[in-house]
T-cell receptor
């Protein structure tokens, strides 16, 4: 059974600081996704990572994938209040079904 | 990217009743997925719906409780049957586009009293 763990579960950080969210998964995966969810809203796709060593960046967010370590990171650079949300990673293997991580609730403090 | 709509957006229901949620996509897709997100929790896959065949349910979910229809390549419904307060959740449908990104609908927020 594929298991996906994220840490931390909760994160409060000051504006302007850098931080990293970690996503570990238990078995080989062929795709890893990062999503953002604002309170009361649906999921917004941020990144899809397909291969070992993949790195993608959008604004202040950068995601990377290490398939050998079964680890993905979401790095936040110089955080701003607008980045406050819950971030989920999700993995799939061999099909399109997604197994989601527990989520990281990020709060950016002015 | 695929544009997904869901109806209703929210509902308050009495226990013992059933609610059917509709999911409409603006393009033809092979598979549609139904997820549940309980309050403050992550997402859990309920079932995968292929057009022309019965849905495939994940462990812990059964067809009698969550019957699914998939009459064509752009539409699916999920029914939550004989509801109890434990069914209060957000129900989301999703699809995958050609660029291997999965998109989610806006969700249906269900409260069972």
């Amino acid at each position: 059974e594929l298991k996906v763990e994220q840490n931390p579960l909760f994160l409060s950080m000051q504006e302007g600081k850098n931080y990293t969210i970690y996503c570990n998964y238990s078995t080989t995966s062929d795709r890893l996704y990062w999503y953002r969810q604002d309170p009361g809203k649906s999921l917004e796709s941020l990144f899809v990572l397909l291969s070992n060593g993949a790195v993608k960046q959008e604004g202040r967010l950068m995601a990377s994938l290490d398939t050998k370590a079964r680890l993905s990171t979401l790095h936040i650079t110089a955080a701003v209040h607008d980045l406050s949300a819950t971030y989920f990673c999700a993995v799939s293997f061999g099909n399109e079904k997604l197994t989601f991580g527990t989520g990281t609730r990020l709060t950016i403090i002015p | 990217s695929a544009v997904i709509s869901q109806k209703p957006s929210r509902d308050i229901c009495q226990r013992g009743t059933s609610l059917t949620i509709q999911c409409q996509v603006d393009s033809q897709v092979t598979m549609m997925f139904w997820y549940r997100q309980q309050p403050g929790q992550s997402l859990t896959l309920i079932a995968t719906a292929n057009q022309g065949s019965e849905a495939t349910y994940e462990s812990g979910f059964v067809i009698d409780k969550f019957p699914i229809s998939r009459p064509n390549l752009t539409f699916s419904t999920l029914t939550v049957s004989n509801m109890s307060p434990e069914d209060s959740s957000i129900y989301l449908c999703s699809v995958e586009d050609n660029r291997e990104t999965q998109y989610f609908g806006p969700g249906t927020r269900l409260l069972v009293l």
